[in-house]
């Protein structure tokens, strides 16, 4: 599931993709999404994972 929520993570704060979006798309709930966006938050800090332009 990391690389989900790095990709929620990126989707959301990088893209500005709405997270009610996200969960239609994905087929997940908002609360999963939100969860998943934290969650890759958390990860991409820890592995200095960055999404380049």
Do not use: F
């Not at 990391?2 to 993570?9: G, H, L, M």
């Not at 087929?27 to 969860?35: E, F, G, K, N, P």
């Amino acid at each position: 599931m990391r690389a989900r929520d790095i990709v929620c993570y990126w989707s959301a704060v990088e893209l500005g993709i709405s997270m009610a979006d996200l969960a239609k798309k994905h087929d997940m709930t908002l609360a999963a999404v939100s969860y998943a966006v934290k969650q890759g938050e958390k990860i991409a800090q820890e592995e200095r994972c960055k999404l380049e332009d």
